[in-house]
C-alpha cells in the first residue's frame, strides 16, 4: 500500500467522482474523492492519496493530527519544497491564512476574501450561488487588498493565488504582469483536455477590476484613447466597477454555457467575450442600471476596435451583442442566473463574429465617432470642464483608498498609466496631500510601461 499527504488543485471533473488534480510536482492525476463532499473546480485540497487498488483515490484530511494519532502510517513528500509542507500543515493544524478549511468538509481550499466594495459584491452576490451549483471555485481577488499588499512573490502566493502555487506555474507571473500594468482586470483560466477533447475550466485567479483606473480612465483604456484625449461622456466609476466585475467573472462560465465552438482560438475568445459582455449589460440593467451607461460601453468597445492596428489580439468585438442585451434586457423569463447565462449565450452566438475575416471586417467597419475629446484641440471652456470631471473621479478613488495603506502610494506610481496628459498637476494636486507619511515597498512592481503623447492608451 502507498499512502501519501499531498496539496493539489482540482482542475477538472471527469463525471461523478472522478476529477484530475494538479501536485505541487506539477503532476496531472485522473483521481476518485472518497467521501459525500466533493471539492470545486479550481479549488484546493489536502488528502491522503492511496494507489493501492490499482486508481488514485484522495480522502480529503480535516486534521493531520488526528489522523497521526490514529496510528496510521501516512509519508509527507515536500517534492523538494519544505516551505510547501509547513504551508500545507499549518493550514491543516491551524485552520487560518489566506484560504478556508471548513470543519466537517475535510481539506478543501478555498480563498474567502472579505470583500467590502459594495460594487463587486453586488456581482458576486449573483454568480457566486450559480458558481457553487456548478462545483466551480471562483477563486475572485480582492483589488483594494491586493494593492495595498506586500508586493513580493511569497505574500501574493500566500494572500492571492490559491494554494495552486504549484499546479500552475505561469499563474504568479501573470499576476505580476497584469499588476504592473496598473491591475488591468483579468479572468485567468487554465483549460486540461478531458475526455473526448472537452475543456473545463479551472480559475486560477480574477482581478474584477483596477482599483486605480475612474469610470473615464477605464472608457480611455478599453476604447484605446490616445494620451491627449479624455473619454466623455464615460460611464461612472461605479457602473464601470460594476460591469466590468460581472464580465470578469461571469468568463469563468462561458465554457459551460458556450461549449466548444470553434477550434481558432481568436474566434472563441470573441464569442466568449461577447458571452460575458452581454451578461454583465443584461445583469447590470435588471439590477437598476442606466440603459445609457450600458450603450456608452458599447461604443467605446466598438472604438477600441476602430483603433486597432491588425497587432496583436483584436480588442473584444462586442458592441453587437451589448446593444443587443439592452434592447432585450427587459423581456420576461430572466428569473434565475442560470437564465440570464443561457441568454447571454444566446446572443453571444449571434452577434460573435464566427471566422477571422470576419473579426478583421468587424474591425475595419467599426467606428469610435463621438467616443473622445482631444484635449490638444478642446477649447479652455471645454478643457476646464473636463479637468474638474477628472478630479471628482481621482478624489472619490483617494478616498475609497484612503484606508489601505499605500495603495495611494502605488496609484500615484501609475500617474503616467491613467492620468490624460494636461491633468498631471491636477491629479498631483489631489493625491499628493492623501499620501501623508504613507510609504511604498521598494521591491514594489514598477509600471512595464509609460505613456506619451504618441502612444495610444493601453487596451483592456
Not at 480522502?59 to 516551505?83: C, N, Q, S, Y
Not at 483560466?189 to 473526448?196: A, I, K, M, V, W
Not at 464569442?271 to 440603459?291: I, K, N, Q, V, W
Amino acid at each position: 500500500m502507498t499512502q501519501r499527504l499531498i496539496l493539489g488543485t482540482v482542475r477538472g471533473r471527469i463525471g461523478g467522482q472522478r476529477h484530475t488534480v494538479a501536485l505541487t510536482d506539477g503532476s496531472v492525476l485522473r483521481v476518485q474523492f472518497e467521501g459525500e463532499v466533493m471539492p470545486r473546480i479550481g479549488a484546493d485540497v489536502i488528502g491522503i492519496l492511496d494507489d493501492s487498488s490499482g486508481e488514485n483515490r484522495i480522502e480529503l484530511v480535516p486534521d493531520v493530527a488526528k489522523r497521526m494519532l490514529k496510528g496510521r502510517r501516512t509519508k509527507i513528500i515536500p517534492f523538494g519544497r519544505p516551505d510547501v509542507t509547513a504551508r500545507m500543515l499549518a493550514y491543516l493544524l491551524d485552520g487560518t491564512g489566506p484560504a478556508l478549511i471548513r470543519p466537517g468538509v475535510g481539506g478543501i481550499i478555498e480563498r474567502t476574501p472579505i470583500i467590502k466594495d459594495p460594487d463587486l459584491r453586488w456581482a458576486l452576490g449573483i454568480l457566486e450561488p450559480e458558481a457553487s451549483r456548478l462545483g466551480l471555485a471562483l477563486n475572485v481577488v480582492d483589488p483594494l487588498a491586493l494593492a495595498a499588499s506586500a508586493w513580493t512573490d511569497r505574500d501574493l502566493v500566500d494572500a492571492v493565488l490559491p494554494a495552486d502555487a504549484s499546479g500552475e506555474r505561469g499563474a504568479l507571473s501573470d499576476l505580476k504582469a497584469l499588476m504592473a500594468d496598473a491591475f488591468q482586470p483579468a479572468c485567468r483560466r487554465t483549460l486540461l483536455g478531458l475526455g473526448r477533447g472537452a475543456k473545463t475550466p479551472s480559475v486560477d485567479f480574477i482581478i474584477p477590476y483596477s482599483p486605480f483606473l475612474t469610470g473615464a480612465t477605464f472608457c480611455a483604456r478599453i476604447g484605446g484613447a490616445w494620451h491627449s484625449e479624455y473619454a466623455f461622456p464615460a460611464i461612472s466609476s461605479d457602473d464601470a466597477r460594476r460591469l466590468s466585475s460581472f464580465r470578469e467573472i461571469a468568463l469563468s462560465f462561458a465554457a459551460r454555457y458556450l461549449g466548444t465552438v470553434s477550434r481558432n482560438s481568436e474566434v472563441a475568445r470573441h464569442l466568449e467575450e461577447c458571452f460575458a459582455d452581454a451578461a454583465a449589460t443584461t445583469a447590470f440593467l435588471r439590477s437598476g442600471g442606466d440603459p445609457a451607461a450600458a450603450l456608452r460601453f458599447a461604443a467605446f468597445r466598438e472604438a477600441g476596435a476602430a483603433r486597432w492596428n491588425e497587432e496583436g489580439s483584436c480588442p473584444p468585438q462586442t458592441w453587437s451583442a451589448i446593444r443587443a442585451a439592452v434592447s432585450a434586457a427587459t423581456s420576461p423569463g430572466l428569473l434565475t442566473t442560470d437564465d440570464l447565462m443561457k441568454h447571454a449565450a444566446s446572443v453571444a452566438l449571434i452577434h460573435a463574429p464566427r471566422s477571422i475575416e470576419a473579426i478583421l471586417a468587424g474591425a475595419r467597419s467599426a467606428s469610435d465617432k463621438d467616443a473622445f475629446i482631444d484635449l490638444e484641440t478642446a477649447g479652455p471652456h471645454t478643457k476646464a470642464t473636463l479637468e474638474r470631471h477628472f478630479q471628482q473621479e481621482v478624489a472619490e478613488n483617494i478616498a475609497r483608498l484612503a484606508s489601505h495603506g499605500n495603495a495611494l502610494a502605488r496609484m500615484a506610481k501609475f500617474a503616467p498609466l491613467i492620468v490624460p496628459m494636461g491633468f498631471e498637476d491636477a491629479f498631483d494636486e489631489l493625491v499628493r496631500p492623501a499620501l501623508g507619511t504613507v510609504e511604498s515597498d521598494d521591491n514594489d512592481i514598477r509600471p512595464l510601461s509609460f505613456l506619451d503623447d504618441d502612444a495610444p492608451a493601453l487596451r483592456m
